[in-house]
């Protein structure tokens, strides 16, 4: 049997794995698994064009996170969980995990008042890389619930139905009734119709025609983070950003998001203008 070439369909299978936290090699297997059922440690190794005992280092991984079943009888094969429960289960791992974390994070809270510790600010403005999509996310919805006062956002148009997609847009309209100013400069497009009509009546929201630049929020006026890519990078969500709480780069995106929301142009026009394009 010869080794497994991916063809687009598999590609984009595997990638959609490896976000459940797989490396390719365990995603390739699993789905080479599912696709052909039960095999070997032998033919896996031919069909991963690799070792023995690599291959059983990737099957105990999959084991772990109980994607892949052993048999019992001799020699024993490895067959693949059914997607669907396999994911599930995931999941549910990782939001328990989740739900920990955040009990956690209010007993540390807690221990830290009790123990009075220290709270003072730095006078140095302090800056960090923030990797990973939902590191990014999470940083983003942090800063908003948090902030005192107002946001200001720049977003480029491809990201708004994914912000909607993991309940981002959700978080902010939460705070925006809580008393949180929240501007949002983005761009109508085809696929953002519907997540700009969720934003519309409690966030305020311009349009920047065609708008691909500069991707970036600044919380309350002294906290800030910039995608980091280029104008032509029109990935779907941000996989890494530049925080920075130095008042004086707030000060100067501020300003620049002040005069972007000059030029910008109603919500409802562009929504209009881009649904007559999209119906004719």
């Known amino acids: ?18 976000k459940f936290g797989l490396k390719e090699k365990e995603a390739r297997i699993y789905f080479y698994l599912l696709k052909h059922g039960a095999k070997n440690v032998t033919e896996l ?66 221990h830290a008042d009790a123990a009075q510790l220290a709270r003072g600010t730095v006078d140095t403005p302090m800056c960090r890389l923030v990797k990973g999509v939902h590191e990014v996310l999470a940083a983003g919805s942090r800063m908003v619930a948090e902030s005192e006062s107002t946001c200001a956002l720049v977003l480029r148009p491809q990201v708004l139905p994914k912000l909607a997609h993991f309940g981002v847009i959700d978080e902010w309209k939460q705070a925006a009734l809580g008393g949180t100013r929240i501007r949002i400069i983005t761009d109508a497009i085809p696929t953002n119709l519907a997540a700009l009509n969720e934003l519309n009546g409690t966030i305020e929201v311009r349009c920047y025609e065609d708008y691909a630049g500069i991707f970036f929020w600044v919380i309350d006026e002294k906290e800030t983070v910039t995608v980091l890519g280029t104008a032509r990078d029109r990935a779907p969500l941000p996989h890494s950003a530049f925080w920075t709480n130095s008042s004086e780069y707030a000060g100067y995106l501020t300003s620049f998001f002040d005069v972007m929301w000059r030029q910008s142009l109603a919500v409802e026009e562009r929504i209009k203008a881009v649904s007559s394009r999209v119906k004719s």
Not at 1 to 7: D, E, S, T
Not at 70 to 94: F, G, M, N, R, W
């Open 1 to 18: 049997m010869g080794a497994f070439q991916p063809g687009a369909y598999e590609k984009t299978f595997i990638a959609q794995l490896t």
């Open 45 to 110: 190794a031919k069909f991963a064009k690799t070792y023995r005992e690599d291959v059983y280092q990737r099957l105990d991984a999959l084991l772990q996170e109980g994607l892949v079943e052993q048999s019992i009888a001799k020699p024993t094969e490895y067959a693949a969980v059914p997607l669907q429960p396999a994911l599930d289960a995931i999941l549910q791992k990782h939001t328990y995990a989740w739900r920990q974390m955040e009990i956690a994070r209010t007993e540390l809270l807690q």
